[in-house]
């Protein structure tokens, strides 16, 4: 079975710099979704990146990029130039392609931004 | 994207009540899943929603607690049955980013349920 691990259960920055977020996966699939959503105080899970795993280009939304290192099983999520309205928490996610299409996620992240 | 609108947005209820939770998407999709948050805690699924057959449950969670309805390819519900205080949680639905089970890639969410069993 896929599991996702999420080692930091907080993280906190200072408005205007840069955090990276940590997640790491196991899985025997060769293909397959990784995704970081955003989940602020009003509960919407919000889609924030996601990464094909047979792309070796890391994807890349604004601010927000990811370091995929595949055979590490690696997928970090780095923020640049930190807003207030990022605080939220943050959840890593996989997915197959084929097969099940269910979401497994990691245990998330709470990131508070500092003024 | 979809929209999807997930009724009620909360709810309090007392022990041994149950309580239906609704979906409605604003496109086409062939699966719908159901997820559970427990206070503080991760999405964990609890069944996906399959449209003219029963839904296939995940290990941990059973058809007598959580029935779920998927009457047309934009519909669904799911009942908490027989509550406990054990039962409180956000539950959220989500959809497939596309009808054709093959282009789907992420997967959109509805704002979710916070139920209180009291």
């Known amino acids: 079975a896929q599991t996702v691990t999420q080692s930091q259960p907080e993280m906190s920055v200072q408005e205007a710099e840069t955090v990276t977020l940590s997640c790491t996966y196991d899985?025997?699939?060769?293909?397959?979704?990784l995704f970081w959503y955003k989940q602020p105080p009003s509960r919407q899970m919000i889609l924030v990146i996601r990464?094909?795993?047979?792309?070796?280009q890391n994807a890349t939304e604004n601010r927000f990029s990811v370091n995929f290192q595949k055979a590490a099983k690696s997928f970090s999520l780095k923020i640049s130039d930190s807003q207030l309205g990022d605080a939220a928490m943050y959840f890593c996610?996989?997915?197959?392609?084929?097969?099940?299409?269910?979401?497994?996620f990691g245990q998330g992240t709470r990131l508070t931004i500092n003024p | 994207s979809a929209v999807i609108s997930q009724k009620p947005s909360r709810d309090i209820c007392q022990r041994g009540t149950s309580l239906t939770i609704q979906c409605q998407v604003d496109?086409?999709?062939?699966?719908m899943f159901w997820y559970r948050q427990q206070p503080g805690q991760s999405l964990t699924l609890i069944a996906t929603?399959?449209?003219?057959?029963?839904?296939?449950?995940e290990s941990g969670f059973v058809i007598d607690k959580f029935p779920i309805s998927r009457p047309n390819l934009t519909f669904s519900t799911l009942t908490v049955s027989n509550m406990s205080p054990e039962d409180s949680s956000i539950y959220l639905c989500?959809?497939?980013?596309?009808?054709?089970?093959?282009?789907?890639?992420?997967?959109?969410f509805g704002q979710g349920t916070r139920l209180t069993v009291v």
């Open positions: 989500s959809v497939g980013s596309h009808r054709d089970r093959s282009l789907n890639t992420e997967a959109f």
């Open positions: 899985t025997s699939e060769s293909d397959y979704y």
């Open positions: 990464q094909e795993a047979y792309k070796q």
């Open positions: 996610a996989y997915r197959r392609i084929q097969g099940a299409q269910k979401l497994v």
């Open positions: 496109s086409q999709v062939t699966m």
């Open positions: 929603a399959n449209q003219g057959s029963e839904a296939t449950y």
